[in-house]
């Protein structure tokens, strides 16, 4: 196999090119700086490093290669990036290694030309909606909903006739065959017509309907939807499940909302193809629709990418329904829960997380937070989304910008049929809403609540707090909350308490080389964070390339060996923190995964490991075969180990480059500098962190 389809991408896309067609980059000695993209700011703190290949905004802390940049700027899964990408670059990425190539290509052709064939058949229905006599009772919905004509323009709003082969039969003079029309889900087979060769086997799958084109994020059509006009049943219908179209996975109008969530930094998700039409017309373009009712994973997956608040426009005739609760949950999972390190360094923090908290031995505490923020949006009872903003939109933009915390929402609607002054009442309102506070990972905020349950029923905090205690114990044994609970009191692990003395881990060749680079690093962030000659050479800082991704892909190999390591090391570091893009990604799935409570064995991994990444996870596991076994210990140890160079290399690399950067900086700008220099000391004080753990760890 020759070089990494990655490797040759990035051989041939420069990132300051394609940093610069959406951020305007302006020369700053050999880095390039420019207003950030992911956090709004009227002064740059956003760069280009134009010889490293990478970027980083010292205002958010977003960083990393021009993969990173693609993924988080696009809001692209990882596999969509490297497509995208490598068709830039002209570079081939084989996405099926080990199947038939002949076959591959056939299924992208197939769907190549089902992208078509929708194109034309969305341009077929528009057009029956915009001019022909039969659609004018479609038109005249369109118009009793709100609808405007921009609107209509806008989201291609189409109309299926009566007839039953209208568009089947302009689609087989445009080409295609039936075969095509049926698995682009356009058409159904007649029964006992199948495959006649000839024609009229087949009949439109829409008739008599409003048509809603449904793209995906990149603006593809890849469906429709279609509201019955009349009597027809189901009242709405959706494509089948074609190679295009996956149900449980499409957010209607997410292409129009995509900008606007990641500029609004929410997206709010309503229930029907009308709400989100008039959600946008009316100006509030951070909206999308569920498609089929209930929100899945899926769903969550492609929108955590843009906002992590989201929320939700629920049915309120449902609200406190098991559907809706189901929603819930399904968006909760979604979402990944990220392990917080907290450090305990004689402060605040300290006292605050010692009163509460487990004992604080150890240097960091890791601490799980679900990484979202879900509210409901609260509206006038029977009153749906599209009818609140035509009435009064006011009210509408009120609503999106104040939706209910979750939490809040189930205090209401969990206590709605119960008479908080008896005691049953009392006694049924803790049951509920205990496991619920539970769950929140924020302790300040738990706090809050469980003063707010106390008063609410009248009872004495303190044993409200045993009742808690007792609620989380026992969940730890059952249902979809436990698995949440339980993952978090098991990550409440502490690293780098051990205090036996082992120098002598992997002691292969490559430490001496590492151990030099260390002392360097050492030496120059603990230099003055004014430096006045140009001693720092820029070249550093992609010096040690090629040995820092040798560990990259040792701690992946480990954690592929032992899922267990991941509480050991998550708390060190983070996806940014991988200077490979292939071992960030493999640690990215596995961190998810794992704590998503599923431990991938080599087996059943290669279904969550997208097939391009099957050669790097092969690279990763020979790195680890090529060493010495260790026990469990050992892992442990030789894991925090790696971790830590790891994110030791990272915290340096960033010191170097921040020295760079003040030395390049316009002496007149003192923001500038003075957010350089503040970020530069607290590199040296995460530094000064990961070195006392480093001396704990011996
Ligand atoms: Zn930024």
């Known amino acids: 196999m020759s070089a990494s389809p990655i490797e040759a991408i990035k051989a041939k896309i420069d990132i300051a090119e394609e940093i610069g067609q959406v951020v305007r980059l302006q020369k700053s000695g050999k880095a390039l700086k420019g ?35 693609v993924q988080k700027q696009q809001g692209l899964e990882f596999r969509d990036t490297l497509h995208y990408l490598a068709e830039k670059a002209g570079v081939t990425v084989e996405d099926t290694p080990g199947r038939d190539p002949e076959e591959e290509r056939e299924r992208s052709a197939l769907k190549e030309r089902l992208r078509k064939l929708n194109e034309d058949a969305l341009l077929w229905f528009h057009q029956a909606l915009l001019r022909s006599k039969e659609a004018s009772e479609a038109r005249a919905y369109v118009q009793s909903r709100g609808i405007s004509s921009e609107s209509v323009l806008a989201f291609s709003l189409g109309y299926a006739p009566e007839s039953w082969d209208g568009l089947s039969r302009y689609l087989l003079t445009q080409g295609y065959t039936e075969r095509e029309l049926v698995q682009g889900g356009l058409a159904r087979e007649r029964e006992g017509a199948i495959a006649t060769e000839g024609g ?28 019955a006009l009349g009597d027809g049943k189901p009242k709405y219908l959706n494509s089948p499940q074609t190679p295009l179209f996956e149900k449980n996975t499409v957010l209607y109008a997410i292409d129009m909302a995509r900008d606007a969530i990641k500029q609004a930094g929410q997206v709010v998700i309503v229930e029907g193809y009308v709400d989100a039409v008039i959600a946008h017309q009316y100006g509030t373009r951070q909206t999308v629709a569920c498609i089929g009712s209930a929100i899945t994973e899926k769903h969550i997956q492609q929108l955590k990418k843009l906002t992590k608040q989201v929320t939700l426009a629920l049915d309120p005739d449902a609200a ?54 879900i509210n409901v949006l609260q509206l006038p009872l029977g009153e749906d989304p599209d009818e609140v903003i035509r009435r ?53 905020k738990r706090d809050a609540y469980m003063r707010k349950l106390a008063t609410m029923i ?12 007792r ?56 230099q003055s964070t004014t430096v006045t000659n140009s001693t720092v050479p820029y070249v550093s800082i992609d010096k040690s390339k090629a040995d820092k991704l040798q560990w990259e892909d040792y701690l992946i190999g480990l954690l592929l060996q032992n899922p267990g390591l991941s509480p050991y090391v998550c708390g060190i570091i983070h996806d940014g923190d991988f200077a490979g893009t292939d071992t960030r990604e493999l640690y990215h799935i596995l961190n998810v995964l794992y704590q998503r409570g599923s431990s991938p064995s080599y087996q059943s991994l290669e279904q969550f490991v997208p097939v391009e990444l099957h050669s ?68 040296h004080q995460q530094l000064r962190t990961i070195d006392s753990a480093t001396h704990l760890q011996g």
């Open 35 to 69: 207003l950030c993209p992911f956090h709004n700011e009227r002064t740059p703190s956003f760069y280009v490093f134009p010889e490293a290949q990478t970027f980083r905004c010292f205002g958010c802390n977003e960083g990393g290669d021009v993969f990173s940049f």
């Open 471 to 526: 609620v989380l114990r026992n969940q730890k044994t059952q249902g979809v909350t436990a698995a949440f609970v339980d993952s978090k009191t098991q990550k409440q692990a502490r690293v780098g308490t051990q205090e036996t003395r082992e120098p002598t881990w992997l002691n292969d060749g490559k430490e001496g080389n590492d151990g030099g680079r260390g002392g360097k690093g050492e030496e120059s962030y603990t």
């Open 392 to 444: 009064d939109f006011s009210l509408w933009l009120y609503a999106v910008s104040h939706p209910l915390p979750l939490i809040d929402y189930y205090f209401v609607v969990k206590t709605e049929d119960l008479n908080l002054r008896e005691p049953h009442g009392k006694t049924e309102a803790a049951k509920r809403l205990l496991p619920v506070i539970g769950m929140m990972s924020d302790r300040i």
């Open 458 to 469: 009248s009872i004495d905090e303190r044993t409200l707090y045993e009742e808690l205690q």
């Open 320 to 373: 406190g329904s098991a559907a809706t609760e189901h929603g819930i949950q399904e968006a909760l999972k979604g979402f990944d829960k990220t392990v917080v390190a907290v450090p305990l360094a004689g402060n605040a923090t300290t006292q605050r997380r010692s009163k509460n908290g487990p004992a604080s031995r150890g240097m960091i505490m890791l601490e799980e937070q679900v990484d979202a923020e």
């Open 200 to 227: 009229n086997g087949i009949y439109d799958y829409f008739r008599n309907r409003l048509i809603f084109p449904i793209r995906d994020t990149r603006g593809r059509v890849i469906g429709f939807g279609g509201r």
């Open 616 to 683: 790097a996870v092969a690279r990763v596991q020979q790195s680890v075969e090529s060493r010495s076994p260790l026990d469990g210990v050992g892992q442990v140890k030789a894991a925090v180990q790696c971790a830590t160079r790891l994110k030791r290399t990272r915290l340096v690399q960033l010191n170097t480059e921040l020295q760079y950067l003040l030395q390049a900086v316009d002496s007149g700008d003192r923001a500038g500098i003075q957010q350089l220099q503040q970020r530069l000391i607290e590199v």
